[in-house]
C-alpha cells in the first residue's frame, strides 16, 4: 500500500473505530472492520470478532483467550469457523460457552492449510504473552479483496505468493526470529504489538525477573537477609523487619518459628502463571486458587502446573488472586481470613506498568545505545523494592513484569527479522499516536539496512 493511501485507510480506520459508534439490529449498522483486522488480499481476519459477519471472510483467527482480542465472542457465534491454538479453543469453549462446532484447533508449529482460503497455509508459533497465544505465519497468494476498506490490493488474482506474520500480543524474543518457519524468509508485512513501542518501556529481560521473585520469595520465607548491610553495619531493607538475627550474626531466622508465611501472586485471568510456578517451585509448595481460576488453569496443557494446584488453601503457601487484590488493605483482609495459620503475607504485583524510566533518561536514542543498554541490563531478587503502604504483616512488591515485548525487544525482534512493512495494531486510536510508532518503524529499517549483523546476538536462547 503506497503511503497516500496508507494515510487514508487509516483514516477509514478511525471512522470504523469511533468510540461513539453503537450498532443496532437495523441492516447495515454493523461496525466497519479496519484494514489491518483483515489480511490484505486473504479472507481471513485475524482478533475482528467485534466486527460481526464481515464481507469475504471465511476464517476467522483468535491469537489468545484475552477480552480485547475475542470481544464480542460469545455462545450465539455463527459468523464462520474460529482457528487458534488447542489451549486457546478450550479457553473459550470455557469461559464464553462458544458452540465447539465452531472452534477448530490448529497444531503447533506445522504449516496447516486454511480450508476455503485459496491456498494460504498457516503455522502457528509460540508467543511468550499468556497461555494458549500464539503468531500466525500466513503464507499463498491473494485471491479475493475480503472485508470492509475501500482500499484494494492490486495483487489479488496475480499468483504471487506473500507471506504475513501477525503478533497478535507477544513478548518478543530470539526463538521467535529463529524459528524455522521465520528464519530465512522475508516477511511481506509483519502485524506488530506495539503496546509498549515507547523508548521508556524497557523493563528488564522476563527470564530474570521471574527468577528474581522465586528467589526473593524463598529468601523471605526462609528468613535469609534480604538486603546487604550499609555503611554504618546496619541492615537496609525493610524486609529485615520481618527476621531478626540469631545469636550467629550471619544467620536470620523467622522472629516466630510456629507461625507461617503467605506468598500472595496476583495475575490475571489467563497470564503471569510463569511467576506462580517459579515461586511455587522454589518453595516446594503446592498453589492456591478459587474455583473459577482452577478450571481455567486446567484447561492448560500444562501437567506440571496441574500436579501443584490444591484446593486446600491451608496446604499451599501460594495463593493466586487477581491483580487488584495487592494493594494493602485487600491483601491484608484476605490473610486475616486464614487468621491462625498464616500470620504474614508477601505479595508480588507483576506487571509492565510497574516500570519506570530513570529520571533523566534519554527518549530518543540510537538504536546502537538501545541495543547496547538493554543488553547490559541484569535484575536480580535485590533489584525487587517493597511498595508504598508495605508493613510488618503485609509485603507488598510491584514487579516490572509484562507479557507483552519491551521497547528494547520490539528494537531487537526487528533488526533480526526480514520484513517489508511493519503494521501497528495496538495503540492506533489517533494520529499521533501512529505517528510516534511510525517514526520508530522507519529508524529501524534505516538501521537495518546499514547494519552488517542478520539479527541481534542473545545473551540466551530465550532473551536478548
Known sequence: MASHKENEAWKEADLAED????????PGSRRKAPFYKV???????????????IPGVTAYFLTHAHSDHYTNLASNWKSGPIYCSADTANLIIHMLSVDSKWVHPLPMDVPTIVPDSGGVTVTLIEANHCPGSCLFLFEGPQTVHAGDSAFKSPFVGSGKAFRYLHCGDFRASPQHVMHPAVKGKQIDHVYLDTTYLDPKYTFPPQPLVISACAELAKRIVSGERVGAPDTNGKRNSTMDAWVIPSERADE??????????LVVVG?????????VKAIAQALKTKIYC?????AILRCQSDPELHALLTKDPCEACVHVVPLSMIVSDKLKAYVQRFNGIYSRAVGFRPTGWTY??????DLSPPISSIISRGQSRSFTHADLKPMQKSTFAVQMYGVPYSEHSSFFELTCFAMSCDWVKMIATVNVGNERSRMKMAKWVERWEIDKKRCKEAMVKPRAADYW
Open 19 to 26: 468510540r461513539s459508534f453503537r450498532p443496532t439490529r437495523a
Open 252 to 261: 536470620t531466622v523467622i522472629k516466630q518459628p510456629k507461625d507461617r508465611m
Open 356 to 361: 519506570t524510566p530513570p529520571s533523566g533518561s
Open 290 to 294: 478459587d474455583a473459577h481460576k482452577t
Open 267 to 275: 495475575t490475571y485471568s489467563i497470564g503471569k502463571e510463569r511467576i
Open 39 to 53: 489480511l490484505q488480499g486473504m479472507p481471513i481476519a485475524v482478533d475482528a470478532f467485534r466486527y460481526g459477519t
